[in-house]
């Protein structure tokens, strides 16, 4: 069982930066592919990043490749999410999971991961 909590959303305006973190409970933390995925109101989830087990590779939707960045510290047990020139539609509530144990990281769909923190809301004003 893991158990993971998200910080670090709030207001920011377009250009902006956040840095999102995501602490996880439970000693195998380090064996699971790692992910954030977002929900922007009315539609439906979104792949943002993923990471593998040993953080050897990371992984981008299109449109967020080169202003994201996601990263792990498997000692401390924690993913963050770097998040620079951030846009209006970059805007939803974004979430971290927990995938599939010792994969290569590309892992893109929500069916993927089988724990979820509760989401911490992101908002980009124009």
């Known amino acids: 069982q893991v158990q993971l909590v998200e910080s670090g959303g709030g207001l920011v305006q377009a250009g902006g930066s956040l840095r999102l973190s995501c602490a996880a409970s439970?000693?195998?933390?380090?064996?699971?592919?790692m992910g954030w995925f977002r929900q922007a109101p009315g539609k439906e989830y979104e792949f943002v990043a993923s990471?593998?087990?040993?953080?050897?590779?990371?992984y981008y939707a299109d449109s967020v490749e080169g202003r994201f960045t996601i990263s792990r510290d498997n000692a401390k047990n924690t993913v963050y999410l770097q998040m620079n020139s951030l846009k209006p539609e970059d805007t939803a509530v974004y979430y971290c999971?927990?995938?599939?144990?010792?994969?290569?990281?590309?892992?893109?769909?929500?069916?993927?991961?089988?724990?979820w923190g509760q989401g911490t809301q992101v908002t980009v004003s124009s």
């Open positions: 999971a927990a995938g599939p144990r010792w994969s290569s990281g590309r892992d893109y769909e929500p069916d993927d991961y089988d724990y």
């Open positions: 990471i593998s087990w040993s953080g050897g590779s990371t």
């Open positions: 439970g000693r195998t933390f380090s064996s699971y592919t």
